[in-house]
DNA sequence: AGTGCAATTCAAATCGCTTTGAAACGGCTG
DNA sequence: CAGCCGTTTCAAAGCGATTTGAATTGCACT
């Protein structure tokens, strides 16, 4: 059932059934109801490849995802996102055009997006320190939002972020202020920009209080279980280990607690830990009380943020930079308690 | 650059560009190379919506997500498993659409993807015992590859699935011959078929020795980690322990050693445990030498391999259903050991 | 009755490609 | 040289919607 075959059967014009469909005020209150009628008696649903011909819209929102092998880029955390921001989709009409390509494919696969016109935007994913990605996208034209920032990047660009800094910074605090004085950070890849912020509010936290820098405190690796652990089991063995743990996920979180417990010391009692969570659907923190003592953001709300923002930024065109901040709660777990007293 | 320019700047029809570019016969090699290089020399790229309008196919492949927001749907699994099928489509020039919809709004999402024509075919995630989702693909007429099967249909359909029959009676084999005999299982959802048949490879391998089953020892729940958590602290709590857990996923295995942890005992030498290992990217089974004993096979391979099925299918339109099993492998780790001697 | 205007409706062009059916061209054959 | 055939090329008709510009209608007002 087409728009034509439709309007033969109401003894209309395309034109006016097309109008009646989409709510355009020239057409009779009377026969648009009629029309109406019609078409839900009938289930005409119109065709999106014509829409799409004829307004030249692809109604379609990008991600690309590259897929590097070594790297844990296929993430946790995007399967969270991509439901928030799918929901945000289906709701406005928009369908989600997921591109999964080698690494080295990435910036054809945006170039593709624009020129064979099959997205009228995109997000742009785990943006790193000078994301070239940005440029890229400014040349070609495509409207984008980037979940996350680019520390160092010139040119504007609308984003929605966490804020990792003042998440990491209040964490670490947090620590202190329990007596914590020498802390250990299990940190993501440092290329990545949310890695870089959340450095910088340890940093900064330790700063405030006078306390040096340990190298030896610091890692930086993928976010999985196993790096947690090597990451804790190194530092837990050095001649002044940490007595707390700022670790950058809940997976990673989980390697450092299996590097404590194997030790033989007690998570929350003689080793504290904090993680940041982000809230993921099958992945959760606990019941009522919160296993981690945490700071919590939730990326699928994230998403809905961005895509909501997007789709914005498409049918408006707004000519200043779109930016949200997102802050991360506090949650108190089990995770967490007062630094053991020097013996 | 469209097709009619690139055509007058040629000098030449756009029936003749058109053939010469997608490889008609009928045109002249020489035209067809200098067509070929003026192509690429203006950066032409046809129109995606003025293909799938004029040959009436979308080029493009649905993902349906219901957005369960009580349960873990939006699951792990699904991430890698769309990354394995993304590389296909995309190697053959396809599109993935993602639709996340309400729970009740999953079979409109079906009906809309044919009726407005945006996806070729479809790919049916998670399915449940006698699942109605394979009927309602039938009786729209959409072209579809399940992951996993849905014991109890009559229909025949695609798939592509994992022996986890196999994997689990492999499993409690191999626990079995180490001198266990009260094996917990901590399975997932037993209304998805894949865990109705991990249970009955586990009561299977029971069977087959005498040993009678204990439904003290038999969990079934989500695949979180407080799940497994939960489910393993209750059988330890009982009576009569198990000596070793079977467990659905990496994820509920990282809760049911936290449980074993929790009561002082040590994995792999206390008690044994064996989880099933979906080769999640994120989420390795340690690095060379695997933490758990696993039953493991990877959803990324099995995202390509259905994918590649749906592509072939869309295209050649076989009259018998194609089917795929894939074995899991079991691979020996640090979490297995001989059951304790009685005391 | 004639004019002007607002409210409706419609025919036809358009989006950028594929594909059908016909035309043009040469070369070969009888 | 006419006729036939194979090779190449082309004009034009879709695909199914939107949208422009024009036509029709009814009504109020001079």
Chains 1, 2 share one sequence.
Not at 104 to 118: H, I
Not at 136 to 158: M, Q, S
Not at 216 to 245: I, N, W
Not at 257 to 280: F, K, N, P, Q, Y
């Amino acid at each position: 059932m087409n728009l034509k075959e439709l309007a033969t059967k109401l003894g209309l014009s395309p034109t006016t059934v097309s109008r009646a469909l989409n709510g355009y005020p020239e057409v009779n209150e009377a026969t648009r109801e009629r029309v109406m009628a019609a078409a839900k008696r009938h289930n005409y649903r119109p065709n999106t490849r014509a829409i799409r011909l004829a307004t030249g819209r692809a109604m379609a929102v990008g991600h690309v995802i590259p897929l590097a092998t070594r790297h844990e880029i296929v993430n946790p955390i995007f399967a969270d996102f991509i439901a928030g921001a799918g929901e945000t989709y289906s709701r406005n009409g928009y369908d989600m055009i997921l591109s999964v390509v080698p690494d080295e494919a990435e910036e054809q696969a945006y170039r593709d997006l624009k020129s064979r016109g099959s997205a009228d935007g995109v997000i742009l994913h785990a943006p790193r320190l000078e994301d070239p990605r940005i440029a890229l996208l400014h040349e070609i034209g495509l409207p984008f939002v980037v979940h996350g920032r680019a520390t160092g990047t010139t040119l504007p660009y609308n984003w929605v972020d966490v804020n990792n800094r003042r998440a990491f910074q209040r964490a670490t605090e947090f620590l202190l202020d329990l007596g914590h004085t020498r802390i250990g950070l299990v940190n993501g890849l440092e290329f990545m920009d949310f890695a870089i912020r959340r450095r910088k509010g340890y940093t900064d936290a330790l700063a405030a209080r006078g306390i040096p820098l340990d190298p030896a405190l610091m890692a930086s690796d993928e976010m999985t279980e196993v790096s947690g652990y090597r990451a804790a089991v190194a530092m837990l063995a050095g001649p002044k280990p940490p007595t707390a743990f700022l670790v950058a996920s809940m997976i990673s979180g989980m390697g450092v607690r299996r590097a404590i417990e194997e030790r033989g010391l007690r998570m929350g009692r003689d080793i504290s830990v904090i993680i940041h969570d982000d809230d993921l659907s099958y992945m959760k923190n606990g019941g009522d009380v919160p296993i981690f003592t945490a700071t919590r953001s939730s990326v699928r709300e994230a998403g809905r943020i961005a895509a909501e923002m997007l789709l914005d930024i498409i049918s408006t065109q707004p000519d200043t930079p779109q930016e949200r901040l997102l802050e991360a709660e506090l949650i108190i777990g089990q995770s967490t308690g007062p630094a053991p007293s020097r013996s």
